[in-house]
């Protein structure tokens, strides 16, 4: 239902915006080219009857071509979509890590001078926009110090129909600084969402028990502790693969990484209603997936939790 209603969505709005016969035929097509394009891509039927159309082909993985390259537009997005993929999943392993360690850290010692200048990093984190970020990232690490390269993607390796750039030192160098940029806010999200569940934890009857019972530091704090509080965290971190999955446009735009943002851009200024609706479901069905998982790993982490 979810998929349906963003399907009727897309294609209301992108019906409704900008002209397509327009790009198809060329600026200067006369009224009777105009009129054979539209017959040819079915535009000049009722709305109802494309949109018919328009599901019935979605349902065996038609989506149309591309009007500026006139290529498949799934093709055209999932040739795309390791490239994005590879980008966000270092990201969001970036924040799920460092997040969930530091967090636990500062709620140990939350006044320590450590867990001071943690907090105070993470609401840099929060405040500074991404693409402020990103630039900072190059200034340092490609300007100043020369260590990291500034945009593409690097060296890559065919594994099927998948193009990795994670089996490459060169690919490895290329990513750091996107994913650095991307995992930014997740992290300091992550961080405080960790700190303030552990500091209620630890409080717990039940820890200071367990406490009482001589348990290392590491069971009391991670098996006994940490546990209760990832559901939020992993409900956080689950929401946000599927963001930077979907949304990590500035990023790739900023660091020109070939990936299904920077391509979505492209096909916002062209007009191309195909391969931005294409984009928007298989945004949608990738934000969904995830939410499954992120339901069943529940019952993995809170066995009280069943799904009949």
């Known amino acids: 239902m979810v998929l349906l209603a963003v399907s009727f969505i897309c294609f209301l709005v992108f019906r409704f915006t900008g002209d397509p016969v327009l790009m198809l035929a060329g600026k200067y097509a006369t009224q009777q080219e105009r009129e054979k394009v539209k017959i040819v891509y079915g535009l000049d039927k009722p709305f109802y009857v494309q949109y018919v159309n328009f599901l019935g082909n979605a349902l065996e993985g038609d989506f149309g071509k591309s009007y500026l390259s006139q290529v498949d537009a799934l093709d055209t997005i999932l040739e795309r979509f390791p490239a994005t993929f590879e980008l966000a999943l270092t990201a969001i392993l970036i924040s799920l890590s460092a997040g969930v360690a530091l967090g636990v850290l500062v709620s140990i010692k939350p006044n320590g001078i450590l867990s001071r200048l943690v907090m105070a990093g993470s609401l840099g984190g929060i405040s500074i926009p991404t693409f402020l970020m990103g630039i900072l990232w190059v200034m340092l690490f490609a300007v100043y110090l020369e260590w990291l390269p500034p945009f593409g993607r690097g060296d890559t390796v065919q594994i099927g129909s998948w193009r990795s750039s994670f089996f490459t ?140």
């Not at 693969?241 to 943002?261: D, K, R």
């Not at 928007?280 to 009280?304: Q, T």
């Open 169 to 308: 030192m060169d690919g490895w160098k290329h990513i750091i600084m996107p994913a650095l940029t991307l995992s930014g806010y997740q992290l300091a999200v992550i961080l405080r969402l960790t700190r303030a569940g552990m500091r209620e934890v630890l409080s717990e009857e039940y820890i200071k028990t367990a406490w009482s019972k001589g348990l290392s530091p590491f069971k009391v704090i991670v098996k006994h502790a940490l546990r209760n509080v990832l559901i939020p965290v992993v409900t956080i971190a689950g929401l946000s693969f599927g963001e930077l999955i979907a949304f990590s446009i500035v990023t790739e735009s900023i660091f020109q990484w070939p990936g299904m943002g920077n391509l979505l851009l492209v096909s916002i200024f062209e007009t191309d209603h195909p391969v931005i609706v294409t984009y928007i479901m298989l945004a949608a069905f990738i934000i969904l997936f995830i939410n499954i998982l992120v339901d069943l790993l529940y019952a993995w982490l809170n066995p009280k939790i069943q799904y009949d």
